[in-house]
């Protein structure tokens, strides 16, 4: 997404509100609920639980002895990485009921982005509190993924450290003659309240994300490389540099070959991601976006009024010999966020086109709120001329100096076409108004109403330097081709 683009969208998606993870789902858990209930943590578009290690493992444990249905996954700074680069894995995140967050990266893009404090509820902190929780309510979790004999190995020590808890399966990560339906019945046959997945990103996500209708146990967690750290096959990094947020460089030093790229790359890649992203959440995208677009539309606009200047001058000595008229129409138009202004135009119609607008409503060619005749009585000689080849939007150069108008938007409506819009609609105004737009250079008038709305909203939802310079260069054969124009 171009910095260039305003940022208006991103204050929604990157807003504290729980209906920014959950908005759209048909169920949302009472486990989501009280989880968000708390303060929220938004960023990358990802609402993500606050909370002590303690307290959220108490309520994951709460909700699988209650039998409710609860998808939980873990977001660290290779969840991020991974999310921009995999459609699949970004729908199986956000399709979770809870999102925890994982190790010091989103500590310091939170810190970025100005979020507020993000909790660090990783999975191999909270396994144990989860594991003394259940044995407390008397739950059983099930183990699956990891090498062979290493989450059985978890399970005893778990089991050695924690009296009364209850494991009621475990199996590694490899299908071997088995199919996924046969690890499945015998996962639901197991009695289990707790699944926990651990193939690694994002295997673990898209596979919990396949088979969810077909598991039966209620919470289901991914939760990476757990098992190994449990089973003791691979050393913990020691508590100081745990508090220090170096974990990954231990991790790094234990598995090189297998995690250089993870981490040596991955976190240039996180980081300057997630100053991007809090470039765009503090607000500085979108004044840096209005600034850019702002000093655009004066570059052109200066430079047009020096070459056309006399153009314009011989357009005015026509209009006014003709009918004696002024050379210029100024009419009233509705501008960004439904503000009023005053558009330029030079006069293409006869001085009581207005008065005559009434006896030709039934002659209107367009199958929408807006008047469009292709041979309109009202339109003068040299008005066919000048609308034919769009001079008649000329004097626009002057709205769009004064900061009324942009070079490109969505073409500014009558106050009586706006007060017809419906809600979809009324999306046109989010953004200044233009010269030219993309059904300008798409066929103008020949557009369907329907279509140029769904083209304006697509420009305002996706706009950017590139998309603007493209849309210049367009008008310039669309205004000569003629295509649309009456």
């Not at 990157?14 to 993870?21: K, L, V």
């Not at 995999?86 to 810190?111: C, F, H, I, W």
């Amino acid at each position: 997404m171009s910095l260039y683009q305003s940022a208006a969208s991103f204050s929604e998606s990157e807003s504290r509100q729980i209906s920014s993870h959950l908005i759209g789902r048909s169920r949302i858990s009472e486990l989501a609920i009280s989880l968000y209930d708390r303060t929220t943590t938004s960023l990358f578009g990802l609402a993500l639980v606050n909370g002590s290690l303690a307290q959220v493992a108490t309520q994951i444990v709460d909700a699988a002895a209650s039998g409710e249905r609860n998808i939980i996954q873990f977001v660290n700074a290779h969840c991020v990485n991974v999310m921009r680069h995999n459609e699949q894995y970004g729908t199986a995140l956000k399709s979770a009921d809870v999102l925890l967050p994982d190790g010091s990266g989103l500590r310091l893009a939170g810190s970025l982005a100005r979020t507020g404090a993000v909790s660090n509820l990783n999975g191999t902190d909270l396994f144990p509190h989860i594991c003394e929780a259940a044995a407390k309510r008397n739950q059983s979790i099930f183990l699956l993924g990891g090498k062979p004999g290493i989450a059985s190995a978890a399970a005893q020590n778990m089991r050695k450290t924690i009296p009364g808890l209850k494991f009621s399966g475990t199996r590694n990560g490899y299908l071997g003659d088995q199919t996924d339906e046969q690890i499945i019945a015998m996962i639901n046959k197991s009695g289990a309240s707790i699944l926990m997945v651990g193939m690694g990103v994002p295997i673990q996500e898209n596979w919990i994300e396949k088979h969810r209708s077909q598991i039966t146990i209620p919470v289901i967690m991914g939760v990476g490389g757990l098992f190994d750290y449990y089973s003791n096959n691979i050393p913990r990094a020691p508590k100081i540099v745990r508090e220090m947020g170096m974990e990954w460089s231990w991790r790094l030093a234990m598995e090189p070959r297998r995690l250089a790229k993870r981490y040596l790359w991955g976190n240039i890649s996180f980081v300057s991601h997630a100053v991007a992203h809090a470039f765009v959440v503090r607000g500085y995208a979108q004044r840096y976006a209005a600034a850019s677009k702002r000093t655009l539309d004066l570059a052109i606009a200066l430079l047009a009024l020096v070459l056309l200047g006399p153009l314009a001058a011989a357009i005015c000595l026509l209009i006014t010999m003709e009918d004696r008229g002024s050379p210029f129409f100024r009419q009233t138009r509705i501008g960004t966020n439904g503000k009023p202004f005053k558009i330029w135009k030079f006069r293409s119609m006869y001085r009581d086109a207005e008065a005559r607008k009434g006896q030709l409503s039934d002659q209107n060619e367009r199958d929408s709120i807006c008047f469009k005749m292709k041979k309109d009585p009202r339109v003068t000689r040299v008005g066919k001329l000048i609308r034919r080849l769009s001079l008649d939007e000329l004097p626009q150069i002057l709205n769009i100096l004064s900061g009324e108008m942009s070079v490109v938007g969505p073409r500014p409506a009558l106050p009586n076409e706006v007060l017809s819009y419906a809600e979809k609609e009324r999306g046109r105004l989010c953004g200044k108004p233009g010269l030219t737009c993309t059904w300008q250079v798409s066929g103008r008038a020949d557009i369907p109403f329907n279509k140029q709305v769904d083209m304006d909203l697509d420009y305002l939802t996706n706009r950017s330097m590139m998309k603007d310079l493209k849309l210049i260069t367009q008008t310039v054969p669309a205004v000569i081709s003629g295509r649309g124009a009456y």
